[in-house]
């Protein structure tokens, strides 16, 4: 994915092409002579441009909102394992040091390893063999008392919504939109901007700030799109905090 100052210089190079193309238009085609079209196709420029407007805000919504839950996903999963981590605290030894060891492990590996790895769209789980280990650990304890029953039964339960919430992330990391959506995005957009070109309008200053300004939002969208359709990669990107949190808080817990 592209970063903030390459994104900007897409922006500012569609921008420019797009007053480039205002520019030539007014050279080979007479402002006078596209004024008589304006009638024409005036009211089809504008259903054009409220079919587009409509289709960018709702795909600009839909990607925010899976955004939105990747992060949420990504805070619910650290809190699973520090869950685990602290529910640890009524199993006998040498389970319950075992078990605290693999979640700081877990909260480690996921930010120095699979975070990075996300970031650069690489499958790299090693997240697996610890929960893997983790779920033998647990199967030794033996629930001689109601308290060791007890806290089983939670960090069985803290450690299914967890691998829940690793595979939604993984389904996220590795999701992409549709190439026919980016297709009608991508054509939508050259068609309204060429089209806003196209409009013959006597103030020139005015009709290239027109254009200007559509462009820019319109390129604008498009790339917030393609940056928050990945939201583990690019400028914008879910970031590791709520790992990086609930493994001081373990570490301070171990301390104590």
């Given at each position: 994915m592209l970063s903030y100052a390459q994104t900007s210089i897409v922006i500012c190079l569609s921008v420019a092409g797009a007053l480039l193309l205002v520019m030539v238009l007014n050279r080979l085609w007479p402002i006078q002579n596209r004024k008589l079209?304006?009638?024409?196709?005036?009211?089809?420029?504008?259903?054009?441009?409220?079919?587009?407007?409509?289709?960018?805000?709702?795909?600009?919504?839909?990607?925010?909102?899976?955004f939105r839950a990747a992060q949420i996903d990504a805070d619910l999963e650290a809190t699973s394992m520090l869950n685990v981590y602290r529910v640890a605290?009524?199993?006998?030894?040498?389970?319950?040091?075992?078990?605290?060891?693999?979640?700081?492990?877990?909260?480690?590996?996921v930010v120095k390893e699979e975070w990075p790895a996300m970031q650069h769209q690489q499958e790299d789980r090693p997240t697996t063999a610890v929960l893997g280990e983790m779920w033998q650990v647990l199967e030794t304890a033996k629930p001689e008392t109601a308290?060791?029953?007890?806290?089983?039964d939670h960090i069985q339960y803290a450690m299914s919504d967890l691998a829940e919430r690793r595979n939604m992330?993984?389904?996220?990391r590795s999701d992409?939109?549709?190439s026919l959506l980016w297709v009608l995005l991508v054509l939508g957009g050259g068609a309204t901007i060429v089209s806003s070109c196209l409009l013959g309008n006597d103030k020139k200053w005015l009709h290239y700030c027109q254009v200007g300004a559509l462009t820019f939002v319109v390129a604008t969208a498009l790339s917030a799109?393609?940056?928050l359709a990945r939201p583990y990669e690019?400028?914008?990107?879910?970031?590791?905090?709520?790992f990086v949190l609930a493994l001081k808080a373990m570490e301070s817990q171990e301390k104590h």
């Open positions: 079209l304006n009638d024409v196709t005036g009211w089809q420029l504008g259903v054009l441009g409220t079919t587009y407007g409509v289709i960018l805000g709702f795909m600009l919504y839909t990607v925010w909102e899976g605290g009524g199993l006998p030894s040498p389970q319950k040091e075992r078990i605290r060891e693999l979640a700081r492990r877990y909260e480690s590996v308290i060791v029953t007890n806290s089983i992330r993984e389904h996220q992409q939109m549709p799109i393609a940056d690019g400028a914008v990107a879910v970031q590791p905090g709520s």
